[in-house]
């Protein structure tokens, strides 16, 4: 069974140019949550997705936005980057269902220059 | 509200030295708890879990105890090694509109 799959892997973007990540879950799972990781602030939750509804949300600006397909695949986006953006960003995925673990893929890395 | 707190890192350690890393978690109900691991430059990867109370999840050497009337679950390993070097995170899951809950991770270099 194929794990979670990000793309790309990194990435370099200029201040106020936008991006979109993509994330592929694992087979069956409808639940996609991203992540934002950077040495100051650690992991921190961007939002959820399930059956095509953010179900849950961080503390981000609506910089940060996501959508999740009939698929599951979820892409998050953002807009008007700033260097402050740069980070590692988490996609994982979950069973629904009681007490799941959540699978995570490798990444994006994203680079604001 | 709900949470999770664990032991300001870094932690450095000798080889083959005894590792303790606290976890408490705040939460109504009966979650089920995690035990993360992030090797430099990966995603997370799930190290060892327990599901009910007393339940002791075991993964590489790794164990550790969901004590309920503690509310903690402490990762413990007896020797390190140099390759467990790592970002370690204590999680939690408590089921209904879940999403899984991260504490901030502890970093843990184990030296030669």
């Known amino acids: 069974k194929a794990g979670v799959t990000q793309t790309p892997r990194y990435l370099i973007k200029t201040r106020g140019q936008q991006v979109t990540l993509s994330c592929s879950p694992i087979?069956?799972?409808?639940?996609v949550s991203w992540y934002q990781q950077t040495p100051g602030q650690g992991l921190q939750f961007l939002f959820e997705?399930?059956?095509?509804?953010?179900?849950n949300k961080g503390n981000f600006p609506g910089r940060f936005s996501g959508r999740q397909f009939s698929n599951s695949r979820s892409e998050m986006n953002v807009s008007t980057l700033e260097l402050g953006d740069s980070a590692l960003y988490l996609c994982?995925?979950?069973?629904?269902?009681?007490?799941?673990?959540?699978?995570f893929g490798q990444g994006t890395r994203l680079t604001v220059v | 509200g709900d949470s999770v707190t664990q032991m300001e890192g870094p932690v450095t350690l000798s080889e083959e030295a005894f590792l303790t890393i606290n976890c408490t978690y705040t939460?109504?109900?009966?979650?089920?708890l995690f035990w993360y691991v992030q090797y430099p430059g990966e995603g997370l990867q799930l190290l060892l879990k327990?599901?009910?109370?007393?339940d002791k999840g075991s993964n590489k050497g790794f164990e550790a105890t969901y004590r309920k009337e503690t509310t903690s679950f402490h990762l413990e390993k007896g020797s390190v090694q140099v390759s467990d070097s790592a970002v370690y995170f204590c999680?939690?899951?408590?089921?209904?509109?879940?999403?899984?809950?991260f504490g901030t991770g502890t970093k843990l270099q184990v030296i030669p």
């Open positions: 999680a939690w899951n408590s089921g209904g509109y879940q999403k899984v809950t």
């Open positions: 994982a995925s979950q069973l629904e269902g009681s007490n799941t673990e959540a699978f």
């Open positions: 087979s069956g799972h409808r639940s």
């Open positions: 939460a109504t109900g009966y979650p089920s």
């Open positions: 327990a599901t009910k109370a007393d």
């Open positions: 997705y399930f059956s095509e509804t953010q179900r």
